[in-house]
């Protein structure tokens, strides 16, 4: 197991499928330090496979890429988050008005090649690995390591490295929040869903949750979306009403005792979450505080919603409060005074 260097920087990426079950499976993790190779790790040797410890507790930052699902997977595989990490796309989010630029285009940016993407779609839960996989992978994290430093500079030209250490902050306590339950305002094609529909639409969306998790199948192999809705929208009443639309060998029939308690049960299905409405003078005020947004993003030379989203101005207009994230830290600087005006 390679000992990594204690003041470098470690690059880190990793190889997921999440096609075929409920949790993304890791597959290969991998690693580089600047001036160095990349090495290669295969969680599916067993629990010792992967430097965890070594990883997690590493004192430089580590480094990724749109990195909230490989934090994820640190956690569940790992046990735990590294101390301090650096996202590049975060990184170049502040440095231009790209919000989501993908890792080829990082690459191309920085370095002016275009790295090899023909791996992407690979079965990287098969073994073993082939050669071109193995190039592959080794290849994310040695580019990573060698584009690095020209974001670094970039950011401190700009004097924003300060910003960058404030946002992967964000982004690592963002990681440690409970994740939201999968309520039916969450469907892909909710909106169609009537007042009266999302009672069932509910019992249904938690019944697959569970047992999806229990499998750990995709949500789409227990019941799609679009069939939940369909279902929904013909309001059975009663556990024996919906049997006229599920088959009798449906997976769902699975959860017999949970869709009984829950049918008999008729608790209101949760709210959806509040989008506030605006009186005609606060509309007035969120639309200058948008324009404002947007002409300071220009000058900034960032997107927008990196500033503030038109949902959280929309929030804050309804309910303007002190506490408020935009009232703070990098953002307080070309926000604060604005956002005052309505305290």
């Not at 440095?95 to 370095?111: D, G, I, M, T």
């Not at 008999?264 to 005020?285: G, I």
Request: with cysteine; aromatic share 8%; net charge negative.
């Amino acid at each position: 197991m390679e000992d990594f260097a204690p003041h470098h920087i470690l690059c880190y990426d990793s190889e997921f499928v999440r096609e075929h079950s409920y949790i993304p499976k890791l597959a290969l993790v991998q690693t580089c330090q600047p001036g160095g190779n990349a090495h290669l790790y295969d969680p599916l040797d067993g629990a010792d496979a992967v430097p965890w410890h070594k990883i997690l507790h590493h004192p430089a930052p580590v480094v990724l890429h749109a990195g909230a699902q490989d934090l994820e997977l640190m956690q569940l595989c790992g046990g735990g988050l590294p101390q301090t990490v650096r996202d590049t796309q975060i990184g170049f989010a502040l440095c231009s008005p790209h919000l989501a630029v993908s890792y080829a285009q990082l690459v191309e940016h920085f370095l002016g090649i275009s790295p090899d993407k023909s791996q992407t779609r690979s079965d990287w839960l098969a073994r073993p690995l082939n050669a071109e996989q193995r190039t592959y992978a080794a290849a994310d994290v040695e580019l990573l390591a060698r584009l690095y430093p020209y974001l670094v500079a970039e950011l401190r030209r700009l004097n924003r490295l300060d910003w960058w250490a404030e946002e992967n902050a964000a982004l690592l306590a963002r990681q440690t929040r409970p994740r939201e339950p999968w309520h039916w305002y969450r469907l892909q094609g909710a909106p169609q869903l009537r007042a009266g529909d999302r009672r069932v639409a509910q019992i249904l969306t938690e019944a697959r949750e569970r047992l999806a998790a229990a499998q750990d199948l995709p949500r789409r192999l227990i019941m799609s979306d679009r069939q939940l809705i369909t279902i929904a929208q013909k309001q059975p009443p009663t556990l024996e009403a919906l049997a006229e639309y599920l088959s009798e060998n449906h997976p769902l029939w699975q959860e017999l005792p949970y869709l009984s308690e829950r049918f008999a049960a008729d608790t209101p299905p949760p709210a959806q979450p509040f989008s506030p409405r605006l009186s005609h003078t606060r509309r007035q005020q969120y639309e200058k505080l948008c324009r404002y947004v947007a002409d300071t993003a220009v000058d900034l030379n960032i997107h927008p919603d990196l500033l503030a989203t038109v949902r959280t101005l929309k929030h804050y207009c309804a309910n303007p409060s002190a506490d408020n994230p935009l009232l703070h830290g990098w953002r307080a600087a070309y926000l604060r005074e604005e956002l005052q005006k309505l305290l």
